[in-house]
């Protein structure tokens, strides 16, 4: 079956880092492209970053410079580095499987529950 979860969600000041981490079961994540979206209470869901098979990321225009998106194919993981952290930042962070390098939501194929991170003095 599978899954997506996410980990590494938490408390953090303002510009402080977390990272969060996505692992799979029941495939491979490298074979896929996958991204981390995120929503805010009250607002819809965005999508902030996604890497391809080829290890490309992209970012979008928000987090530019301020988040890194990487893969460990050892661990099978996609991880999201969040270094400078604002309160605007804080939102249900996914990660998605994608049926195509995107950060709109259309492109999800599956979800993982999601891991929220609060980013307040």
Same mark, same amino acid.
Request: aromatic share 10%; proline share 3%; hydrophobic share 30%.
């Given at each position: 079956?599978?899954?997506?979860?996410?980990?590494?969600?938490?408390?953090?000041?303002?510009?402080?880092?977390?990272?969060?981490?996505?692992?799979?079961?029941?495939?491979?994540?490298?074979?896929?492209?996958? +991204?981390? /979206?995120?929503?805010?209470?009250? $607002?819809?869901?965005?999508? &902030?970053?996604?890497?391809?098979?080829?290890?490309? *990321?992209?970012?979008?225009?928000?987090?530019? +410079?301020? /988040?890194?998106?990487?893969?460990? $194919?050892?661990?099978?993981? &996609?991880?999201?580095?969040?270094?400078?952290?604002? *309160?605007?930042?804080?939102?249900?962070?996914?990660?998605?499987?994608?049926?195509?390098?995107?950060?709109?939501?259309?492109? &999800?194929?599956?979800?993982?529950?999601?891991?929220?991170?609060?980013?307040?003095?």
């Amino acid at each position: 079956q599978l899954q997506l979860v996410e980990s590494g969600g938490g408390l953090v000041q303002p510009g402080g880092s977390l990272r969060l981490s996505c692992t799979a079961s029941g495939f491979t994540l490298d074979s896929y492209s996958i +991204g981390w /979206f995120r929503q805010a209470p009250g $607002k819809e869901r965005e999508g &902030v970053s996604w890497i391809n098979s080829g290890e490309i *990321p992209h970012y979008a225009d928000s987090v530019k +410079g301020r /988040f890194t998106i990487s893969r460990d $194919k050892t661990k099978n993981t &996609v991880d999201l580095q969040m270094d400078s952290l604002k *309160p605007e930042d804080t939102a249900v962070y996914y990660c998605a499987k994608l049926l195509f390098g995107s950060l709109n939501s259309r492109s &999800v194929d599956s979800w993982g529950q999601g891991t929220q991170v609060t980013v307040s003095s």
